[in-house]
């Protein structure tokens, strides 16, 4: 089975969740941690948790995505 590179932000709760969800597939996942802050930085973006209401809205779209 062929590794597939699996690029995930440690910080971030959605990539715990979608671990969560792809260790249940049928996969040979290589994961690569990223930080994605210094994406953001190096591409001159704004994260989510800089914009307040996109902060709160990240917030409350990820606990019922865990629900």
């Known amino acids: ?26 996969l040979e996942l290589q994961p690569v941690p990223v930080l994605f802050a210094g994406l953001l930085t190096h591409w001159g973006n704004t994260g989510p948790v800089e914009i307040a209401p ?10 019922w995505m865990a629900h």
């Open 1 to 26: 089975m062929k590794k597939i590179d699996w690029y995930f932000d440690f910080i971030s709760p959605f990539s715990y969740l979608q671990w969560q969800l792809l260790q249940r597939q049928a």
């Open 54 to 63: 996109k902060r709160n809205w990240t917030y409350q779209h990820c606990v």
